[in-house]
T-cell receptor, first 115, second 110 residues
Framework: GAVVSQHPSRVICKSGTSVKIECRSL??????MFWYRQFPKQSLMLMAT?????????EQGVEKDKFLINHASLTLSTLTVTSAHPEDSSFYIC???????????FGPGTRLTVT | GENVEQHPSTLSVQEGDSAVIKCTYS??????FPWYKQELGKGPQLIID?????GEKKDQRIAVTLNKTAKHFSLHITETQPEDSAVYFC?????????FGTGTRLTVIP
């Protein structure tokens, strides 16, 4: 168990448009979900933490009005990149955590390219 | 906050040899240390983890050791196979968020 999916796996959008990425826990309830960004050959950088039904907590330097996070249910979190710019091009990865456990289970990632 | 350092950044081994990746952390409150394997274009996959009340944990060809006094932990892969080639990340946490190391690109040469 503990499978996380992301959709889409790849997306190309034009500068100035918005794009939504979905993260779903398929076989468990994720009370906490995390969103990470990963640039080529670099480590994962935490963007925000979201708890079901609550507002997300953003890391320093991450614009909450640009990266909108919604965690409306125990199996779904969404990340919307608003007014995307080429510098937002990156690999976005989500993870979910079960209640009372330490492990984070990661999704397969979404490659965003802004042209 | 927590600072996790990981070495080496790249590692090449012959198939069948062992590989060792080392990490250090700074926050003595950290008590959970997972290791992830990431293949190209995919998300990280948890391969093994260790908690601070344990010094060593083994799962088939993979083992992790933890020295809380020295604040370092290591991943050991024995009898390496070409499919072990990937980027490996260590991480540490005391509460909710994971703090990742910078990654090690392991190449197993057939």
């Amino acid at each position: 168990g503990a499978v996380v999916s992301q959709h889409p796996s790849r997306v190309i959008c034009k500068s100035g448009t918005s794009v939504k990425i979905e993260c779903r826990s398929l076989d468990f309830q994720a009370t906490t979900m995390f969103w990470y960004r990963q640039f080529p050959k670099q480590s994962l950088m935490l963007m925000a933490t979201s708890n079901e039904g609550s507002k997300a907590t953003y890391e320093q330097g991450v614009e909450k009005d640009k990266f909108l996070i919604n965690h409306a249910s125990l199996t779904l979190s969404t990340l919307t990149v608003t007014s995307a710019h080429p510098e937002d091009s990156s690999f976005y990865i989500c993870s979910g955590k079960k209640t009372g456990e330490r492990e984070q289970y990661f999704g397969p990632g979404t490659r965003l390219t802004v042209t | 906050g927590e600072n996790v350092e990981q070495h080496p950044s790249t590692l090449s081994v012959q198939e069948g040899d062992s590989a060792v990746i080392k990490c250090t952390y700074s926050d003595s409150a950290s008590n959970y240390f997972p290791w992830y394997k990431q293949e190209l274009g995919k998300g990280p996959q948890l391969i093994i983890d260790i908690r601070s009340n344990v010094g060593e944990k083994k799962d088939q060809r993979i083992a992790v050791t933890l020295n809380k006094t020295a604040k370092h932990f290591s991943l050991h892969i024995t009898e390496t196979q070409p499919e072990d080639s990937a980027v490996y990340f260590c991480a540490a946490t005391g509460a909710n968020n994971l703090f990742f190391g910078t990654g090690t690109r392991l190449t197993v040469i057939p």
